[in-house]
Nanobody
Framework: QVQLVESGGGLVQAGGSLRVSCAAA????????MGWFRQAPGKEREFVAG???????AYGDSVKGRFSISRDNVKNTVYLQMNSLKPEDTAVYYC??????????????????WGQGTQVTVSS
């Protein structure tokens, strides 16, 4: 069982930057793959970024080159650095975790553990 708590959301102007964090409670954080997803009102949940236990990363097409995912296995935390933010990045951002195995890092239903979400609002 993994408990995830996101933080760092807020209001930022277009073109600005924001970093959101996800702290995990659990002794095996380093073995988990971690993902960031987002959901805007009236839209489906969208893959943003993922990082494997080995540090390999993947990004959604809409954020490539602007967002960066990283993890700190000492602090049991995964980060999402968001640069060059656009109004269309406005959404609730969710952190997710899954254990080892064969999986598609970009598929939300591959992750059994989810945080409560943090709101990111980008003003134009």
């Amino acid at each position: 069982q993994v408990q995830l708590v996101e933080s760092g959301g807020g209001l930022v102007q277009a073109g600005g930057s924001l970093r959101v964090s996800c702290a995990a409670a659990g002794r095996t954080f380093s073995s988990y793959a971690m993902g960031w997803f987002r959901q805007a009102p009236g839209k489906e949940r969208e893959f943003v970024a993922g990082i494997t236990s080995g540090g390999s990363t993947a990004y959604g097409d809409s954020v490539k080159g602007r967002f960066s995912i990283s993890r700190d296995n000492v602090k049991n935390t995964v980060y999402l650095q968001m640069n060059s933010l656009k109004p269309e990045d406005t959404a609730v951002y969710y952190c997710a975790a899954r254990g080892a195995g064969s999986y598609n890092i970009a598929r939300a239903n591959e992750y059994p553990y989810w945080g409560q979400g943090t709101q990111v609002t980008v003003s134009s």
